[in-house]
């Protein structure tokens, strides 16, 4: 087996006496795609910019491509690409020159980074929106560039925080697209999200994270099988019956979870529930039936929804 | 190596390929940011220009022609134009120290947070901090060559050693400028503190600080204003450079180590608060 380019043990940052990431353990391979995926404020940007050596942690062990970030921080970022949550490109600068001056942050010969700024525009399908300012812009062209300028320096490891958060449907695909790409080609990318859409898409592999503490660890498929049925029966009463209607169905499926706007009965089988359900007299305002997805496994794991 | 490199897997291959990537960036890293930060100085190069060359014109016109009317027998000896001149330069100084050092470090912790971007690469945040005041040097001595050199045109610099007052003005605007970044770089959220940088911090500096008259001008209990400003000793130091003002060495030299300490002590204090801010 590769070493891991990744690898933190009891890893923990405390701010004061708060403990925002909490002692957790994980290992990332060369060329995986590695997933935190947790709700806001679960700890995983904190876990991020430590990863990205621009945060000390308060103890445990973290090595990047074998070397310590507290003593190599340069070092290991000069092989890092990093996107983070907010976008920080320079708006008084234009698109193109924005990949000119970040490549040279990295020691790059100027020819070098024009050829591959050249090339990562195109990638980033802005290739005719060189010369536009930043500003003019929309949200998922900035993001596109933001990635492209994380790939200049052909980075060994690409830190992608919440990636999509803020963007339309049909920007989010294009970014995933991309990414899809770039995994493909043997980046090792390593992801934060809340959305578990993204994560079942892009991710070989999750840690699911909350309040600082790794909750369950598999692909998605594997959380999903250890962690929730295969499906889900999703009914609704009316926010003032559904707790009620939960005490007359007890029984039902595998296990029951009440949220305030709805039932959710996890079972192998909904559509049999479902039937179950309307012997029992009970006629829901609306159901649904649909496979079981990360958003189950969090809630089981935390009887939280991800996002609230 | 020291021993903190034991904990280190140095042997790997990718550990060596990081290694050789990072040390350019070590070494190099604040002309990186510097000249990242001049790119971006083109976009207002046009007004920066004309603030060059239209505000000693302007001031020069003003002072030298009109108020120096006001002053026929000049001041300790020479001629007002040629007081005011050294001092006016100082201020040119101050004057982009002030405009660089306050909103666009908030801006780049807070609106447009490119230091954050910064930061991700192999950069550190003392080269950070480092490349910014190396660009507003560059700007700073352009505009006060050329501020020299209208003055020169006016006639306004009698000694051969004159230029040296070009040394005196930029060590006074980064002085000014590092105290104000120590400063500036701890602001959270903008509550109006840069209109009162400018209104209680810029503008008396300006005012009291010996630039239009002589410091011993003024009642004795405001003197101290003068003493503990960067600017009335940048100003006293180009007034040496240009016109021989006559002064005990000594006080030269405290001058110059006065302007020279206040610049280390910021550097100094805004790099730590730098990568406080961004290490948290």
Partial sequence: MPEPVISATALTKLYGQVAAVDGIDFEVAPGESFGLLGPNGAGKSTTMRMVGAVSTRTSGELAILGLDPDHHGPDIRSQLGVVPQQDNLDQDLRVRDNLLVYGRYFGLPRSLVAERADALLAFAQLADRAKSKVDDLSGGMKRRLTIARALINEPRILLLDEPTTGLDPQARHILWDRLFRLKEQGTTLVLTTHYMDEAEQLCDRIVVIDKGRIMAEGSPAQLIREHSSREVLEVRFGSDRNARVAEQIVGLGERIEVLPDRLLIYSANGEAELVALTERGLHPITSLVRRSSLEDVFLRLTGRSLIE | ?280
């Fill in chain 2, 1 to 280: 190596m020291t021993a903190a490199d034991t904990a280190d897997r140095v042997d790997r291959e990718d550990a060596r390929r990081a290694l050789a990537a990072g040390a350019a960036p070590r070494r190099w890293g604040s002309w990186y940011v510097a000249e990242h930060r001049l790119l971006a100085m083109k976009g207002y190069v046009g007004e920066a220009v004309f603030q060059s060359f239209g505000n000693p014109l302007i001031y020069l016109f003003a002072l030298g022609v009109g108020l120096a009317s006001l002053v026929p027998q000049g001041v300790a000896g020479v001629s007002y134009l040629e007081f005011v001149a050294p001092a006016l330069m100082a201020t040119a100084a101050m004057t982009i120290a002030a405009n660089e050092t306050t909103y666009p470090v908030l801006m780049g912790f807070k609106w447009n947070p490119t230091f954050f971007g910064m930061n991700a690469s192999p950069l550190t945040g003392g080269q950070i901090v480092n490349g910014i005041m190396i660009a507003i040097l560059v700007r700073m001595l352009v505009t006060v060559t050329i501020y020299f050199g209208v003055i020169l045109a006016f006639g306004a610099v009698p000694s051969v050693w004159g230029a040296l007052a070009i040394g005196a003005a930029v060590l006074t605007g980064m002085a000014i400028g590092l105290v104000l970044s120590s400063y500036t770089s701890t602001i959270q959220d903008d509550r109006g503190q840069m209109a009162m940088i400018q209104r209680f911090g810029i503008m008396p500096l300006f005012l009291f600080s010996g630039t239009f008259f002589p410091l011993e001008q003024l009642p004795v209990y405001l003197q101290p204003i003068g003493w503990i400003s960067p600017l009335w000793h940048g100003a006293e130091l180009g007034r040496v450079a240009t016109y021989g003002l006559e002064e005990p060495l000594w006080l030269t030299v405290t001058h110059g180590g006065y302007l020279t300490g206040i610049v280390l002590v910021g550097l100094w204090a805004t790099r730590r608060h730098f990568v406080r801010r961004l290490n948290r």
